[in-house]
Each structure stands twice: as structure tokens, then as C-alpha cells.
């Protein structure tokens, strides 16, 4: 999860799947992203989607996609070391909720022990 205009430098890349250019602001994000494009279930990509309304303020998930057989997941791109830091807990479970109550249950963390090798 990212404040929504967050200014540093990214990544930018364009992937068959994704709507539009894809900002990646990690490596954690560009290493999930080729795992995203490599899936064949995954049948579209959106890069820091926007929270509407979100309780904690302007932030994005990191990943929301189609999948094949119509179903969204979500996914948030978390370092490790990260995890145990309040705020951290506080905006995942937010993010979790707010997907949640769109009907979203397929939400996942990924940090970057999962993708070192992708």
C-alpha cells in the first residue's frame, strides 16, 4: 500500500495485461508484477489502484486483478521488516476490510522473501 500521490522515483512499464502504464515502486511490486503477467489466470492488471473513500486516507492497493473465471484478488507488496510496524498492521487490515465489504475476499500479502526468486 502507497499514499496516492507519492513522489519518488518508479518504475515505469507497460505489460499486456495491465490498464495503462504500470507504476512500480518497488521490487518487491516488479518482481510480483512478472508474476502477475506469467499467470495464466490473471486476465488483467491495474497497478496502485485507488481507495476510494478509504478510512486511513489517500492510499492505493497495490494490485487488483481480473481473474479468468471473473473473480478479482487484491494484492499488497509489504517488505518484510515492515510488517510488524503499527501502521503498517493498521492500513493491511484496513485495505483487507475495505475490499472485504466490496465483495473482495481473495486479498493477499505478498513481501519480498515470496518473490526473491521470480
Known sequence: MLKAKIKQRCEKRSLSKAVGVCRLFSSIQSRYANKLQAD???????????LDNFELGDYTSDFVCLKADGSYLVRECVDRRHLTKPLTIRLLEASRLYWLHKGISDWGI?????????
Not at 495464466?40 to 489502484?49: F, G, M, Q
Open 40 to 50: 495464466k489466470d490473471i486476465k488483467e492488471i491495474r497497478c496502485n489502484y485507488a
Open 110 to 118: 505478498v513481501v519480498n522473501s515470496e518473490v526473491a526468486n521470480g
